[in-house]
């Protein structure tokens, strides 16, 4: 059983990390783009990925009773 539940949890922290990295280059590159600049600052990547995160904590600690109801509307996603 607890192997399962190590298992589980580097699953979901692995994806957690992917999902943070994959969404901060994107805004990263957006910015880049919207701002006709050459190459992406790896500062700004951080800085949003730094924000994204944050933020993140923000709503599920902000919003910890309703954790059934998110997780409801992200599988409905």
């Known amino acids: 059983r607890y192997l399962i539940a190590v ?3 580097f699953c979901i922290f ?9 969404y901060s280059r994107v805004i990263a ?20 990925m730094l924000a994204v995160s944050l933020l993140a904590l923000g709503i599920v600690v902000f919003w910890a009773s309703a954790l059934l109801p998110m997780l409801d509307f992200a599988m409905v996603l």
């Open 29 to 48: 590159d957006s910015q880049r783009l919207l701002r006709s600049q050459a190459e992406t600052d790896p500062k700004a990547t951080s800085a949003i």
């Open 14 to 22: 692995g994806s957690t990390i992917t999902v943070i990295d994959g």
């Open 7 to 9: 298992i589980a949890f």
